[in-house]
């Protein structure tokens, strides 16, 4: 079955479910994305990688790379490989050096592990083709018409009390955030300064 690759398009608060995000994976040279219902810690995990935030103290992600990096292994790839009744289905292609490893991984650890080892991303046509939505122009890059039209990115940083801030006290902010390992807080602080980067 021929993979399809995928990059990385947009991480939001997702207004359909309370407490989770919405992650977008993009299908590269093309025009369908594959968004995906994550958890709280592992969205922050994947921002903090993605925006090359230092923790404090490393993260659970963190801590596996860095102990599969003390035993020589290496995270070749990440495959979405399956998709049954709204549940994504992920593995880990990993390599010493001398055999390959397929490891089994839910999608939103799969992506955190791939953006720590700089690894590509796939999946195969029948995802797409059932899960996937095709986006028109560049309406993709903050989650626009995911939910009846609106921009989940800009709705849910208009309502976090940042708005006000220079970009300098955002920076303070996230920092102070970082080091009291209070990561949805950064998330949300490094959302505000990616709006402001974009517009």
Avoid: W
């Avoid at 995000?21 to 810690?41: H, K, N, Q, T, W």
Wanted: proline content about 2%.
């Amino acid at each position: 079955m021929k993979k399809i690759k995928l990059d990385i398009v947009g991480l939001s608060y997702s207004q359909t479910q309370s407490g989770a995000y919405a992650l977008v994976l993009g299908e590269v040279s093309g025009r369908r994305r594959l968004p995906i219902i994550i958890g709280s810690f592992e969205a922050q995990a994947i921002a903090i990688e993605i925006e090359k935030m230092t923790p404090s103290r490393p993260l659970t992600h963190d801590l596996f790379k860095s102990f599969a990096q003390a035993y020589n292994i290496n995270i070749q790839e990440i495959i979405i490989y399956n998709l049954v009744d709204g549940i994504f289905y992920s593995k880990l292609i990993c390599s010493d050096g001398k055999k390959v490893i397929e490891i089994d991984a839910r999608t939103s650890d799969a992506i955190a592990m791939a953006v720590r080892f700089d690894c590509p991303i796939y999946t195969y046509e029948f995802i797409l083709s059932s899960a996937g939505i095709v986006i028109e122009g560049n309406d993709f890059v903050y989650l626009e018409n995911l939910n009846e039209g609106q921009d989940e990115k800009t709705v849910s940083v208009a309502s976090t009390g940042y708005n006000g801030l220079s970009e300098d006290e955002l920076r303070t902010k996230l920092q102070d955030a970082l080091n009291e390992e209070a990561y949805e807080k950064a998330a949300k602080i490094r959302d505000e300064l990616s709006r402001r980067r974009s517009s």
